[in-house]
């Protein structure tokens, strides 16, 4: 997997530390602010993959920081940490610029799949018209899905999941970005929704073939992609 350059602002030392063990062990670079100021001067004064942003930070507070960093053009990509989880404060981080949120205390293993994603997703588009992951083929603009050239017929919501994580082939998509990409629901439902629509269509794209390409991460999500990706 590709490694990242990584701004953590974070004044928790405890919480500072256990973050850059855990990225550190994926390969990435982690540079710790332990306040918002010292983080502003860091985030504006050179490039970043990744800011990790925690909302309550000591002489300039997370969404102030951010806000800021916005208003001088800075485009890097925010994931905002917080003990605050009303919907009111995170409203308040994505609209002063956030581009994602997590929420303490939350499994390591989340925050991990979602700086994978967050930095993909905030990479420049490139708008695709044929997704390839070995020989399982979308076609975006006819609509249509090939696995070793033999046609695969999916119902939408099965295809929308399957484009989503064919968009982040080798990645680790977790259950709560697959709730809020495909089903565009912000909350648990707490059902098994998701797990029945993988296996539906884990059935229809690797049953009756020699290379499995769906996979189940325990505890994070699922990924696609050849086993030793």
Not at 1 to 28: P, Q, S
Not at 46 to 55: A, F, G, N, Y
Not at 101 to 115: G, H, Q, S, T
Not at 222 to 229: E, F, I, K, S, T
Request: proline share 4%; charged share 25%; with cysteine.
């Amino acid at each position: 997997m590709k490694c990242f350059t990584i701004l953590l602002i974070e004044d928790d030392v405890r919480a500072a530390d256990f973050i850059c063990e855990a990225l550190a062990r994926d390969g990435h670079h982690v540079t710790v602010a332990p306040d918002g100021r010292s983080g502003m001067l860091q985030a504006g004064g050179q490039s970043w993959d990744l800011l990790i942003v925690d909302r309550m930070l000591p002489r300039i507070d997370g969404v102030s920081l951010v806000r800021s960093l916005r208003s001088a053009r800075h485009e890097t990509p925010v994931l905002f940490l917080t003990a605050l989880d009303g919907i009111d404060d995170r409203i308040a981080g994505l609209r002063a610029g956030g581009d994602d949120y997590l929420v303490k205390p939350f499994a390591i293993d989340e925050l991990r799949a979602r700086v994978y994603a967050l930095v993909r997703r905030c990479a420049p588009v490139v708008k695709n018209k044929i997704l390839a992951v070995e020989d399982l083929v979308l076609d975006r603009m006819a609509g249509r899905v090939t696995r070793a050239g033999r046609s695969l017929v999916l119902k939408p919501r099965e295809y929308q999941l399957l484009e989503f994580l064919m968009l982040h082939a080798g990645w680790p998509v977790t259950r709560t970005m697959l709730l809020e990409k495909v089903w565009n629901i912000h909350f648990d439902p707490g059902t098994t929704l998701i797990e029945s629509h993988v296996s539906r269509l884990r059935a229809k794209i690797d049953e009756g073939f020699g290379l499995k390409l769906l996979h189940t991460l325990r505890g994070v999500g699922y990924r696609l992609g050849p086993d030793d990706a």
